[in-house]
């Protein structure tokens, strides 16, 4: 995601023509573009809603289901019973970012789900959500590129 973000500061500075160190969180909040982690998180949200309303086919039947314990002891402490993955590039798979980012995002996204009936209404309004939550004036106190607006 790191290439992607810088590429994407790039372009939202180009097409705004803005200096070359601005700040680009207030330019996406203006013209309305979301972050490329963002896009990443509405489309596993769009799965994750996809699946609450059996839109998916059948591959994905209890896919994001937590795993049962087959034992009545606890071996290792763990804070959720969801699946490990075995390596680091499995770990990017759907099956296991998924309830990542269900963990980490806002709750008030999950309880939309169930409120929402289409995925296009849903995908619009995080859309409108995250862009909303974007800053539009920089909160870092002495900010080199603020302070040097000349």
């Known amino acids: 995601m ?7 500061k790039k372009a939202i500075r180009a097409m705004t ?5 601005a ?3 207030p330019l996406m909040k203006t013209h309305k573009i979301l972050k490329a982690s963002d896009v990443y998180t509405i489309a596993c949200l769009k799965i994750k809603f996809k699946y609450d309303k059996n839109l998916l086919p059948t591959y994905f039947d209890n896919m994001f289901d937590p795993v049962e314990s087959t034992h ?10 969801m699946p490990q ?6 770990s990017f ?6 309830p990542e980012i269900c963990k980490k995002c806002n709750a008030i996204f999950l309880e939309k789900m169930n409120e929402i009936k289409t995925v ?31």
Do not use: F, M
């Open 93 to 98: 798979s759907v099956r296991y970012c998924i």
């Open 23 to 25: 700040h680009t969180e």
């Open 17 to 21: 023509k803005s200096k070359y160190n």
């Open 120 to 150: 296009q209404n849903y995908s619009k309004y995080l859309k409108n959500a995250l862009v909303s939550s974007y800053t539009e004036i920089c909160i870092k106190k002495k900010c080199y590129v603020c302070t040097n607006n000349n």
């Open 72 to 81: 009545e002891y606890d071996l290792r402490p763990k804070d959720d019973n």
């Open 85 to 90: 993955s075995n390596t680091e590039s499995a």
């Open 2 to 8: 790191g290439r992607i973000t810088k590429l994407q």
